[in-house]
């Protein structure tokens, strides 16, 4: 499975637009790109997913290259609610994380102030 | 609305006591997961399934058992819990190819203590 790598956290404003870019360099061909977002005490949300290009949804966007090394997601104007773990991860529907499940690794913890 | 069930959403129990942790998912999943997380931390996998009959070990090791007789449920089995057990248990499932959308989706969670 692709290694990811994410900033540990990362901090803004309500209102303001943040983006969280996920390095995955070992992505492989059949790959699909995910991300999560999870609140304490609570499972990982799925928030979006993509193969390449641009996709978008009522929550986030998804960015990704073309050479597909790299992704970010991006939250419109973020609100305290937003506050929380994002996790990307990289795999192909059998994979769904592979034979032995996705690894979610640390992830960004997002932290919005007023 | 959950399709993944797990119950209960908080336990606190002694040492030595045997505990089943219930997952029961509506979706007619095939793969099914159990990971454990302390406060803060990453998510480890401790057990899997890929259908009725099956469950493997994951990455992080583990002194609970699994068992899937049926699709939509995989309970999860202390026989002597510890306070070294005491976390949060999450279990989750996902199709199994054929689909763009592979997302998981996951329980609530299963918030453990052991005393």
């Known amino acids: 499975l692709a290694k990811t790598t994410q900033p540990i956290s990362m901090d803004s404003y309500e209102g303001q637009e943040v983006n969280i870019t996920c390095s995955h360099n070992n992505i492989a061909t059949n790959d699909y790109i995910t991300w999560y977002q999870q609140f304490p005490s609570q499972g990982p949300r799925f928030i979006i997913q993509g193969y390449k290009t641009k996709v978008t949804n009522e929550v986030a966007s998804l960015f990704i290259p073309a050479d597909r090394k790299s992704s970010t997601l991006s939250l419109p104007r973020v609100s305290l609610s937003d506050t929380a773990v994002y996790y990307c991860?990289?795999?192909?529907?059998?994979?769904?994380?592979?034979?032995?499940?996705?690894?979610f690794g640390k992830g960004t913890h997002l932290i919005i102030q007023p | 609305e959950a399709d993944i069930y797990q119950t209960p959403r908080y336990l606190v129990i002694g040492t030595g006591k045997k505990i089943t942790l219930e997952c029961s998912q509506t979706?007619?999943?095939?793969?099914m997961y159990w990971y454990q997380q302390d406060p803060g931390m990453e998510l480890h996998l401790i057990h899997y399934?890929?259908?009725?009959?099956?469950?493997e070990k994951g990455d992080l090791s583990s002194e609970s058992t699994v068992s899937r007789i049926r699709t939509e449920h995989f309970p999860l089995t202390l026989e002597s819990a510890r306070p070294s057990h005491t976390s949060q248990y999450l279990c989750?499932?996902?199709?199994?190819?054929?689909?763009?959308?592979?997302?998981?989706?996951f329980g609530s969670g299963t918030r453990l203590t052991v005393v």
């Open positions: 399934s890929y259908g009725v009959n099956s469950t």
């Open positions: 989750a499932s996902s199709e199994y190819g054929g689909s763009n959308n592979y997302g998981y989706t």
């Open positions: 991860l990289v795999g192909d529907e059998y994979s769904g994380g592979g034979a032995d499940g996705l690894t």
């Open positions: 979706m007619g999943h095939d793969k």
